[in-house]
């Protein structure tokens, strides 16, 4: 796991990985399937494609429907910034030129298997985080701290379940 900056000004990001027993055209199939995700999270709700877009490919949005507890309800469109079939597949959050986030997964092949990374960073742009930060200036480090620890839990889990997928040891 690695971690960087602790404003949200700095771009603060957080990435994580896993070695997968399985071609890296399977793990592919799953990270890029974009349905899959709202299974494995917590907060991701549902998703979409939108704009006519039927699959992953550079310029293509989808729509995700989130809840958290904290942060309540919100809708957010991503965008396709990074498109490499079998490589990597990058969004950025609302804006792509000042997302309020962006993910990305990269596969690479290793060892007859996988290495699966996912990594993500806050901003440049607005966010729900920024308004509580706005409302608590002095807890910004805190407030940023606590949203990189959602975000490593979510993607070890993230990670954890498509490892199973890939592997056979669930059913997908």
């Known amino acids: 796991m690695e971690w960087t900056g602790a404003r949200y000004a ?10 997968i027993d399985a071609p ?4 592919w199939e799953l990270v890029s399937d974009i349905e899959l995700m709202p299974r494995l999270s917590a ?5 979409e494609w939108a704009d006519g877009a039927t699959g992953p490919a550079l310029g293509a949005k989808f729509v995700g429907h989130n809840k958290h507890a904290a942060l309540g309800e919100w809708s957010t469109t991503s965008h396709i910034v990074e498109f490499e079939s079998a ?4 969004w950025a959050v ?8 962006t993910w990305r997964f990269t596969v690479e092949p290793a060892d007859g298997g996988a290495v699966l990374r996912q990594w993500v960073r806050l901003g440049p742009g607005r966010s729900g ?10 807890k910004e480090q805190k407030i940023v701290f606590v949203r990189l620890r959602e975000f490593e839990t979510s993607i070890a889990t993230n990670l954890a379940a498509i490892k199973e997928l890939a592997e056979g040891k669930v059913d997908s």
């Open 94 to 101: 609302e804006d792509p030129d000042d997302p309020s986030a």
């Open 43 to 47: 907060e991701l709700q549902s998703v």
């Open 24 to 27: 890296p055209d399977r793990v």
């Open 129 to 138: 985080l920024s308004l509580a930060i706005d409302k608590m200036p002095e």
């Open 87 to 90: 490589r990597v597949f990058a």
């Open 10 to 19: 700095d771009g603060p990001t957080v990435e994580l990985r896993t070695w």
